[in-house]
């Protein structure tokens, strides 16, 4: 039976129901206060909300780890989150994990691979591709060796003409005869080995490289001297003197020679053989560039057509040359072949 007093204890409107048993067969006042005991009692549990089940991951009944035990409050008791006793966190399951996909996606990549190659071969990787900066490194050094190597080259070319001339030199005769008879061409080449006789010396100059006196009695003198016969500039190491104890008289060819004022007398006394390099006035040695210039300048003629003729220098003394010729060509083909090596291995790397 429910009984709602119209007031409280304190005369104030009653605010929650009470259930009020029947008395006991005893009929006392203690009855029915056991009984109303047991309603307050019961009360706070029937207000309390029912407890949330736990939240699921992965939805196959896995329970998160935040899930935590209750407490009630009112009954002081802790009371677990789900009904019963709290499920076991379960263990993850291997399959899900990404690392483990792509481990395997590259693992059956490579089976693959090693089927397509056939039986008896291991998977190889892919050859990694030539960096191109490394070729372009080559290539400019190639190019830059290239360059200085052609320079060398050119540059001792004539040496190495020379030095393939035969050790023999070609013999162009007495020069005061050939004049005579009236040639005008010398009948050589230029950079040849070549041997001349009856030149006349003009215009003597001693050159010394030190003390004149010292290197007069040593005999370390070079002396150039100018033939007008074919307009021929001379180097020799040979004692050239010209007679001035007296004034010859010149008759006969030579007369026409010392009459133009090409010649004094006595240097037509005086005949020179020489054998060695003939080269052509433009092409003149450092050392004899000015004394060329002078001549042709004195004599009003180009240079063009006038020769050097340096005494004593055989197609050996330019070994030297010869073999810097050779190791100048060494380093730019050593690059080349480093360099089309490269090129291969960045062409065989994209089919690898």
């Given at each position: 039976m429910a009984v709602f007093p119209p007031d409280g204890p304190s005369g104030e409107p009653?605010?929650?129901?009470?259930?009020?048993?029947?008395?006991?067969?005893?009929?006392?006042?203690?009855s029915l206060w056991r009984s109303l005991a047991t309603v307050c009692y019961a009360l706070p549990a029937a207000r309390r909300p029912e407890p949330r089940p736990p939240r699921l991951a992965n939805g196959r009944g896995v329970a998160t780890g935040n899930s935590r035990p209750q407490t009630d409050v009112s009954a002081g008791r802790s009371s677990p989150s789900t009904?019963?006793?709290?499920?076991?966190?379960?263990?993850?399951?291997?399959?899900?994990?990404?690392?483990?996909?792509?481990?395997?996606?590259?693992?059956?990549?490579?089976?693959?691979?090693?089927?397509?190659?056939?039986?008896?071969?291991?998977?190889?990787?892919?050859?990694?591709?030539?960096?191109?900066?490394?070729?372009?490194?080559?290539?400019?050094?190639?190019?830059?060796?290239?360059?200085?190597?052609?320079?060398?080259?050119?540059?001792?070319?004539?040496?190495?003409?020379?030095?393939?001339e035969p050790a023999t030199p070609q013999a162009l005769g007495d020069v005061r005869t050939r004049a005579t008879a009236g040639e005008t061409s010398l009948g050589a080449a230029p950079n040849t080995h070549v041997a001349v006789e009856g030149l006349i010396p003009t215009r003597l100059v001693a050159v010394t490289s030190g003390d004149p006196e010292d290197a007069l009695a040593d005999g370390d003198v070079e002396y150039i001297f100018f033939c007008p016969l074919y307009n021929i500039t001379v180097l020799t190491s040979q004692k050239v003197e010209i007679p001035t104890a007296r004034m010859p008289v010149i008759?006969?060819?030579?007369?026409?020679?010392?009459?133009?004022?090409?010649?004094?007398?006595a240097d037509t006394l005086?005949?020179?053989?020489?054998?060695?390099?003939?080269?052509?006035?433009?092409?003149a040695p450092p050392n004899l560039k000015n004394f060329v210039a002078s001549f042709a300048k004195r004599?009003?003629?180009?240079?063009?057509?006038?020769?050097?003729?340096?005494?004593?220098?055989?197609?050996?003394?330019?070994t030297i040359g010869v073999i810097l010729w050779g190791v100048a060509a060494v380093p730019p083909l050593v690059s080349l072949a480093f360099l089309v090596a490269a090129l291969r291995a960045r062409r065989r790397a994209p089919a690898a």
């Open positions: 009653a605010t929650t129901p009470t259930a009020i048993a029947a008395p006991g067969s005893d009929g006392s006042f203690a009904s019963g006793e709290t499920p076991p966190m379960a263990k993850p399951d291997p399959t899900e994990n990404p690392g483990d996909d792509a481990r395997k996606a590259e693992l059956e990549a490579l089976f693959r691979q090693w089927e397509q190659r056939g039986p008896g071969t291991a998977p190889t990787t892919p050859a990694p591709k030539a960096e191109g900066r490394g070729v372009h490194a080559r290539l400019v050094t190639t190019l830059v060796l290239l360059g200085v190597t052609v320079f060398v080259m050119v540059s001792t070319w004539q040496s190495v003409a020379y030095w393939l008759e006969g060819d030579m007369a026409r020679v010392v009459s133009t004022g090409l010649a004094f007398p005086v005949r020179v053989s020489a054998a060695g390099r003939l080269l052509s006035g433009p092409e004599l009003d003629l180009d240079i063009a057509d006038t020769w050097v003729l340096v005494d004593g220098h055989a197609p050996a003394s330019e």
